[in-house]
Every structure is written in C-alpha cells, then in structure tokens.
C-alpha cells in the first residue's frame, strides 16, 4: 500500500458519513440537505470544524464553493483538487456527493497522519449546489468557478419562495475569500456510481472515462377538444393519442441492442384532463443521452421528424431545451486512477458516467477525472441510497494514492 493509503481508515470514514446524513436526516433513512438551506449551513460548519480540527485552512468563493487546503512545499505551486458535493435532493440518500467529499477529506487526513510531503498543496472542494433541486440549474457551484455560468446570473437565480441564491448565501457560515476560478493543477472526483454496472461485474473501483451527452427536449402537440360522445373518431384532432403514437416511434427509434442508450419521457401533461373530453393539448418531455458524441446528434436529430410522422392531423412544436456534448476524462488521470486500483489489489473497471456531475465543468480548466465505488443496485436519488464501508474505503484509499501521486 502506497503510504497515504495505510492510513485511511474505514470505520472513521463510515463514521463521518452516518455524523454528515444526521444533518438532513429524514425518518425513512434517506436524507433532505438541500443547497443554501439551514441543514446545509450546518453540513458546512460540521466540515469547518473538522478541518480546522487537523490544521487546514478553509475559505469560500463568491458562489459558496467550499475550500478546504492542505499546504504543499512549493510556494505558488498550483493545487490539486478533488472534491464533490454535500446538498442533496428533497428524498436522497447519504452518499451522493457527501462521499466525495468525505473521501477527499479522509485522503487529506491520511496525508496529514503519514506525515507525507507533497510539493503541491491539495485542496479538497464541496461544491455549492450540485443537485439544482431548489436552485436550477444543478451543478451550479462549478459552472460559476468554470466561468460557465456567469455568476451574476447564479446570484439572481430564485427558489420558488421567491429567495435569491445571493441571499440564501449570506445564511451560510462566513469564511476567508477565495476567487472563482483560481488555476488547478488537475481534479479527482470520487463519486457512489449511482448506476449498477460495478455490482453486477463484480468491481470495486471504476476509472471513469466521461460523462455522456444529453438532450433534453419538450414536445408540444395541439389537437381539438371536442365531445367525448359526440365527435367521430375520424374527424378527431386528439393530442394525446398522437403524442402516444410518437413516443412509441421515439422507442422504436431508440433502440439499442448494446442498451447504452437513456430514453426518457417523464412527464405528460394532459388537457383538459378530463375524462369526456379528447384531449386538445399535450405536452411531454424527452430526455436522452448517450456517451457517444456522432450517436447523440444522429439520434437526437431524428426526434423532431418522428414527432410530425405521427402527428395524426395535429399540430406539433419540438423545443430543444439543453443540448450537452459527452465529455472525455484526461487519459492521464484515468491511467492514474487505474494503477493506484492495481497498486492497492483493486478490482477495476472503465466505465463512463450516466449522471452529470461537478467534475464536467472542472474538463475545460484543468486534467479531471473521476473514481465511481458501487452502490447496492445501483439505486441513487433515493432514501434507500446504500454503499459498502469497505467500497467506500477502497475508493478513498486510490483517491489518496491518486492526489499524492498528482501533487508530488
Ligand atoms: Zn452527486
């Protein structure tokens, strides 16, 4: 074992993970931290105590990211970053986002209880809402120090009372400035996989190679309401029977025998809703995503065709609403990510990434990459959100081995 790994410890990892979802807690085991709220604030403070606890200096960016820093022997070396996030959905559990954090705070103790040296300092990063549950859109920490959002923008952005992110900032404990953006050297994110595949193949640690695109589209279909009754079927304009007859198109049109493709309508609004009445107006939406940039565009340029081929008299509107390319983790980082596995007697895999995650805006500023440990049945987003002790401590013993090889 390289010598920042002998020193992660599992229980005390555990530990922190079960003090962290008391904050939140909901009775049914899951967990409710939403970004800026009251049980945020107070997920922050319990981080500051811990770090100041062992030394490290913390401090925030105008958007709330959270620093925590451990100094390196080279003065004006830039720092190696890891990190992820401790808001969650309204009904999550305790490990999306908390573990990244909880991984690169333990890497940073184990460093600490090594005594190990680095040249480059290691700054461990909990970024200000990643969920986008109260605040859309998510991952909006990032995209600020990204400058992929700007953060006058994020500041404006309101919940549905109407409160601003700037105002629900200024409830969060005040720390030391940090400015967005400031340069890294690389960042490593460890993340629960949120999917099922590192179960079901046996693996512990997964060396993430993306995240896959997404589009995401809204369709509008226009009918007549008419007189459930009365009206004949054939001179009927009924919107939720063409808005059927093209999502089962849209399946058709998605099918994949290799079953990478994420095909999503998850919402369908009806009206009038009413029982005697063809509907005269639908709306749905669609969801999909692929990590193979040419797949997503030739697929998601088909949608807008299939919805008219199944019209069925009426009128359709197809609204592309977020359209994100896959992105590519850096080949160095994930040959890292691997090694340090092998290093330590890890069974591993490459995999890319279903969800969207902080990391995705770290890919235009520095070489990023990402550590997935299993999640029992991949289940995630979820009261039920559940991991092994000992998973969670082998991805925190390749994350350390990782930033101490990176910051050397
Ligand atoms: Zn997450």
Known sequence: MTSAAKHVDEARLWGRHMDMAAIGARTDGGVNRQALSAEDARARALLVEWARSLGFDVASDPIGNLFVRREGTERGATPVLTGS???????????????GVLAGFEALEALQLGGIVTRRPIELVAWCNEEGSRFA????????FAHALPLETALAIKDREDKTVGAALAEMPTLPPRPLGFPVHAYVEAHIEQGPVLEREAKTIGAVTGIQGS?????????????AGTAPLRTRQDALKAAVAMIAALETWMADETDRVRFTVGRLDVSPNSPNTVPGRVVFTIDFRHPDGAVLVRLGDGIE????ENARGCAVT???????????????IIDTIEQSAAILGLSRMRLPSGAFHDAKHMVDLCPTGMIFVPCEKGISHNPVENAKPSD???GARVLATVLEELAR
């Open 85 to 99: 996030h401790l808001d969650s959905q309204p009904t999550g559990g305790k490990f999306d986002g908390a573990y």
């Open 137 to 144: 859109p998510g991952a909006m920490g990032s995209a600020a």
């Open 215 to 227: 589009q995401w589209f809204t369709v509008e279909v226009r009918g007549a309401e008419a007189h």
């Open 305 to 308: 065709r299939i919805c008219h």
């Open 318 to 332: 197809v609204t592309k609403n977020f359209d994100a390319p896959p992105c590519a983790f850096d080949p160095r």
């Open 392 to 394: 969670l401590a082998a």
